[in-house]
């Protein structure tokens, strides 16, 4: 199983809180507010979710939701008071997402916390608590982490969860006893807390139950203490240091490798177990050779790789979180010297994860191998320093780093200004902006997605093409923007946990396989599953799966546990909610449970015709049937809208409803994709061979999957701009 990075990890908070560019939904949020005859104004909204707020008995949730997320699109900071008193008035789960996301964007400006917010650490309620501790657990610099950490002994058990995760996420080892003292606490927060730890630290975490008896638990927390206590920091950092090659080494390495492509079948066998006898210093060298041209080195290295997996030969690269968080002396040293031997994107990124984590702790005995290393003769430790001091609140103003601006690489200045700005540097933006009309989309879409979290609505649109004009009139538009904005963009817009990683998911049903690629399509995990029609990475790491012959959804971990489920004929797709529950949709049926199992709502197609179905956030249902309809329902199963859709629906889709209205649907008879409008006007199309999913991007692209095999990202040309091969039929694709 790989280690996700550290990315992903964090979006298991960011699972509650929303990327700001998704209030881009303005006028459908002032629509909604309209037929409830409620005001559209902001300083109207603010006196009536204040009247809200003091009656403590909520009404009309979609009402209030729509509310909430205008006037985080509006930027309203003095909203940030009431929005907490809302969290302490409601139970609702969606209302309080709502009000934990708008609280991420208008309770900061830049770096600095509305004091409503410090104030909300010693609230009565255990919402606004633990809202609280996450949001300022999140942003605040690692030396200002004190008020949090008394939450560390708070009375109730689910604000010490969401403090000490939070923390954790953030390098803090203390965090550590903090959750493993809740694994004998109410049965959902005992099982969160360990799911923290786990999904934290990956497979070098202890694997020990936490059962369901106090027995069972207080034996789990026993190894778990005893694991801590006795990790050894020095064999920690030895895991690193074995794989730092000298040149004589490297070549000789390589030379085996070579090897194992020979027409000899005995010098191959040599090779490979002089290769094995190495062990732990091959495996970086291995990994990179998976991608040679040679399908006999490519299949004996990953052979190599598998069987020093069994054996526990781990990529010292997994080590690397466990490194950020207890922090030993000269860890900085150690990863900036291994890096060079690191050759493939995702252990790359591990690292360069824990290197920045170390820097944001703003300490001497880290910041000064870092600040050394910008002047180091190796390019990537040169460019990894920079990156991980733009995590230093001493450093991210710095001059020193400013130089990379002017890097001969474009490359170098895109990742340094990238970091920057995610760490709120306005001064990098224009760099972003102008690395858009230089390099092409594949390098720059990460960058595009921060600018558009920043833009919201007045986001400049995603040129038609991919030709060096259209992408420097792109550029232009975006700089026009940054004039016209630089002083009143609010930086906190940017929630670097949620940003894109450029992952896909793809759901492969013949083959009986869930897995996520990167963009170079190298395979980051797969799950063996019983013929799947649809699935979703859950925060922490989590697969949700609708698994079609088996009748089931599941949620399963990365070791394919099945940790819930609920059984239900013949499910296609399946979609966790944001209050915790799940939506499904079978060939006859739309439902959505709860995490018991209580249904919630069930609304039945008889003749077992639904091909697609999907919640959206007001509450309304969206359902392809094999009519050529595309139906809306409301939870009680009543028919609102049906329109035609422009060709056949023969066999199971996955749609996209746009923040515009629009619907993007794949129509695999056809051979076609269409983006139609609310009366089902056709206002965009792509032909492709038999399409099964497809997404909308936020770069203005379209994902898209293919019963072929392929899943391609096609421009508003229908131009392919990416593409990648896959054996088997893919019956879904998505991208985080």
Request: hydrophobic share 40%; charged share 25%.
């Given at each position: 199983?790989?280690l996700?990075n550290?990315?992903?990890?964090?979006?298991?908070?960011a699972?509650l809180l929303?990327?700001?560019?998704?209030?881009?939904?303005l006028?459908q949020?002032?629509?909604?507010?309209?037929?409830?005859?409620?005001?559209?104004d902001?300083?109207g909204?603010?006196?009536y979710l204040q009247?809200q707020?003091?009656?403590k008995?909520?009404?009309?949730?979609?009402a209030l939701?729509a509310a909430?997320?205008?006037l985080?699109?509006e930027?309203?900071?003095?909203?940030t008071?009431?929005?907490?008193?809302?969290l302490?008035?409601?139970?609702?789960?969606?209302?309080?997402?709502?009000?934990h996301?708008?609280?991420?964007?208008?309770?900061?400006?830049?770096?600095?916390?509305?004091?409503a917010l410090q104030q909300?650490?010693?609230?009565?309620?255990?919402?606004?608590?633990?809202a609280c501790a996450?949001?300022?657990?999140?942003?605040?610099?690692?030396?200002?982490?004190g008020p949090?950490k008394k939450?560390?002994?708070d009375?109730?058990p689910?604000?010490?969860l969401?403090?000490?995760?939070?923390?954790?996420?953030?390098g803090?080892?203390?965090?550590v006893?903090?959750l493993?003292?809740?694994?004998?606490?109410?049965g959902?927060?005992?099982?969160?807390?360990?799911d923290?730890l786990?999904s934290?630290?990956g497979r070098?975490?202890p694997d020990?139950?936490l059962?369901?008896n106090?027995?069972?638990?207080?034996r789990?927390q026993?190894?778990?203490?005893?694991?801590?206590?006795?990790?050894?920091?020095?064999k920690?950092l030895?895991r690193f240091?074995?794989?730092i090659l000298?040149d004589?080494r490297r070549?000789?390495?390589?030379?085996l490798?070579?090897?194992?492509g020979?027409?000899?079948?005995?010098?191959r066998?040599?090779?490979?177990?002089?290769?094995?006898?190495?062990?732990?210093?091959?495996v970086p060298l291995?990994?990179?050779?998976?991608?040679?041209?040679d399908?006999?080195?490519?299949?004996?290295c990953?052979?190599?790789l598998?069987?020093?997996?069994?054996?526990g030969?781990?990529?010292?690269?997994?080590?690397?979180r466990l490194?950020a968080?207890?922090?030993?002396?000269?860890?900085?040293?150690?990863?900036l010297?291994?890096?060079?031997?690191?050759?493939d994107?995702t252990?790359?990124e591990?690292?360069?994860?824990?290197?920045?984590?170390l820097?944001?702790a703003?300490?001497?005995?880290f910041l000064d191998?870092?600040?050394?290393?910008?002047?180091?003769?190796?390019?990537?430790?040169?460019f990894?320093?920079a990156?991980a001091l733009a995590?230093?609140?001493?450093w991210?103003?710095?001059p020193?780093l400013?130089?990379f601006f002017?890097?001969?690489d474009?490359?170098v200045?895109l990742?340094v200004?990238s970091?920057?700005?995610q760490n709120?540097?306005?001064?990098?933006?224009?760099?972003?902006i102008?690395m858009?009309g230089?390099?092409?989309?594949t390098?720059?879409?990460?960058?595009?997605?921060l600018?558009m979290?920043?833009?919201g609505?007045?986001a400049p649109?995603?040129?038609?093409s991919?030709d060096?004009?259209?992408?420097?009139?792109?550029?232009d538009?975006?700089t026009?923007w940054?004039?016209?904005?630089?002083?009143?963009v609010?930086?906190a817009r940017i929630?670097?946990?949620n940003?894109?990683?450029g992952?896909t998911l793809?759901?492969?049903?013949?083959?009986?396989l869930?897995?996520?690629?990167?963009?170079?399509?190298k395979?980051?995990w797969?799950?063996?599953?019983n013929?799947?029609?649809?699935?979703?990475?859950l925060p922490?790491?989590?697969?949700l799966?609708a698994?079609?012959?088996?009748s089931?959804?599941?949620?399963?971990?990365r070791?394919?546990?099945?940790?819930w489920q609920?059984r239900?004929?013949?499910?296609?797709?399946?979609q966790?909610?944001?209050?915790?529950?799940?939506?499904i949709?079978?060939r006859?049926?739309?439902?959505?449970?709860?995490?018991a199992g209580k249904?919630v709502?069930?609304?039945q197609?008889?003749n077992?015709d639904?091909?697609?179905?999907?919640?959206?956030?007001?509450g309304?249902i969206?359902?392809?049937?094999?009519?050529?309809?595309l139906i809306?329902?409301?939870?009680?199963?009543?028919?609102?809208?049906?329109?035609?859709?422009?060709?056949?629906?023969?066999s199971?889709i996955h749609?996209?409803?746009?923040?515009?209205?629009?619907?993007?649907v794949?129509?695999?008879?056809?051979?076609?994709?269409?983006?139609?409008?609310?009366n089902?006007?056709?206002?965009?199309?792509?032909?492709i061979q038999?399409?099964?999913?497809a997404k909308r991007?936020?770069?203005?692209?379209?994902?898209?999957?293919?019963?072929s095999?392929?899943?391609?990202?096609?421009?508003?040309?229908?131009?392919?701009?990416w593409e990648?091969?896959?054996?088997g039929?893919?019956?879904?694709?998505?991208?985080r």
């Amino acid at each position: 199983m790989r280690l996700p990075n550290l990315a992903a990890v964090t979006a298991s908070l960011a699972g509650l809180l929303l990327v700001a560019g998704t209030y881009g939904d303005l006028a459908q949020d002032k629509k909604i507010l309209s037929t409830a005859k409620l005001p559209t104004d902001s300083a109207g909204l603010l006196r009536y979710l204040q009247q809200q707020a003091a009656k403590k008995k909520l009404n009309d949730l979609s009402a209030l939701q729509a509310a909430v997320r205008v006037l985080a699109a509006e930027d309203v900071e003095n909203a940030t008071p009431t929005f907490i008193e809302l969290l302490a008035a409601t139970n609702d789960a969606g209302l309080r997402e709502e009000l934990h996301a708008a609280l991420s964007v208008v309770a900061f400006k830049d770096e600095k916390p509305h004091p409503a917010l410090q104030q909300g650490l010693t609230h009565a309620s255990e919402s606004v608590r633990s809202a609280c501790a996450s949001l300022l657990g999140e942003r605040l610099p690692i030396k200002q982490l004190g008020p949090v950490k008394k939450l560390y002994q708070d009375k109730s058990p689910r604000v010490r969860l969401d403090a000490g995760r939070t923390l954790l996420r953030r390098g803090q080892a203390d965090a550590v006893f903090v959750l493993i003292d809740l694994f004998d606490g109410p049965g959902e927060v005992a099982s969160e807390a360990l799911d923290a730890l786990t999904s934290y630290i990956g497979r070098q975490a202890p694997d020990v139950e936490l059962g369901d008896n106090a027995n069972a638990r207080k034996r789990c927390q026993q190894v778990w203490r005893d694991w801590w206590t006795d990790l050894d920091d020095e064999k920690l950092l030895d895991r690193f240091r074995e794989s730092i090659l000298t040149d004589h080494r490297r070549k000789q390495i390589l030379a085996l490798i070579n090897e194992l492509g020979s027409d000899d079948f005995f010098a191959r066998e040599k090779a490979t177990s002089e290769l094995m006898e190495i062990g732990a210093a091959a495996v970086p060298l291995l990994m990179q050779a998976t991608n040679h041209a040679d399908p006999e080195i490519v299949f004996r290295c990953n052979k190599c790789l598998e069987k020093m997996e069994k054996s526990g030969l781990k990529n010292p690269a997994e080590s690397s979180r466990l490194v950020a968080l207890r922090q030993p002396e000269g860890a900085v040293e150690v990863l900036l010297a291994y890096l060079p031997f690191v050759q493939d994107e995702t252990s790359r990124e591990e690292v360069q994860d824990a290197l920045n984590m170390l820097a944001a702790a703003d300490e001497e005995k880290f910041l000064d191998p870092l600040h050394a290393a910008l002047k180091d003769e190796l390019d990537v430790r040169r460019f990894a320093a920079a990156i991980a001091l733009a995590y230093s609140p001493k450093w991210r103003s710095s001059p020193e780093l400013r130089t990379f601006f002017r890097d001969k690489d474009p490359r170098v200045r895109l990742r340094v200004a990238s970091a920057l700005v995610q760490n709120r540097q306005r001064d990098a933006i224009p760099v972003l902006i102008d690395m858009i009309g230089i390099l092409p989309e594949t390098d720059t879409w990460s960058a595009e997605q921060l600018l558009m979290q920043l833009a919201g609505d007045d986001a400049p649109e995603p040129p038609g093409s991919s030709d060096r004009k259209a992408r420097q009139r792109y550029r232009d538009a975006w700089t026009a923007w940054w004039k016209r904005n630089d002083e009143k963009v609010n930086l906190a817009r940017i929630n670097a946990a949620n940003r894109l990683l450029g992952y896909t998911l793809v759901v492969l049903a013949n083959n009986r396989l869930v897995q996520e690629i990167d963009r170079n399509g190298k395979t980051l995990w797969q799950l063996p599953v019983n013929y799947p029609l649809d699935a979703e990475v859950l925060p922490g790491g989590r697969i949700l799966v609708a698994e079609y012959a088996t009748s089931m959804v599941t949620e399963r971990d990365r070791k394919n546990k099945i940790l819930w489920q609920h059984r239900i004929s013949y499910p296609i797709s399946c979609q966790r909610l944001p209050n915790g529950n799940t939506f499904i949709a079978s060939r006859m049926q739309l439902t959505e449970v709860t995490r018991a199992g209580k249904t919630v709502f069930d609304i039945q197609r008889r003749n077992r015709d639904i091909m697609g179905a999907v919640k959206l956030r007001d509450g309304t249902i969206l359902c392809v049937n094999r009519q050529r309809q595309l139906i809306t329902y409301n939870q009680a199963g009543k028919i609102l809208k049906t329109i035609a859709l422009p060709g056949q629906v023969y066999s199971y889709i996955h749609f996209d409803r746009l923040a515009n209205g629009n619907t993007v649907v794949p129509l695999p008879s056809n051979s076609k994709v269409v983006e139609i409008d609310s009366n089902g006007k056709t206002v965009w199309e792509c032909r492709i061979q038999n399409p099964t999913s497809a997404k909308r991007l936020p770069n203005g692209r379209t994902l898209i999957a293919q019963l072929s095999g392929k899943v391609v990202e096609v421009d508003r040309n229908g131009k392919v701009v990416w593409e990648q091969q896959i054996p088997g039929s893919v019956y879904r694709a998505s991208r985080r």
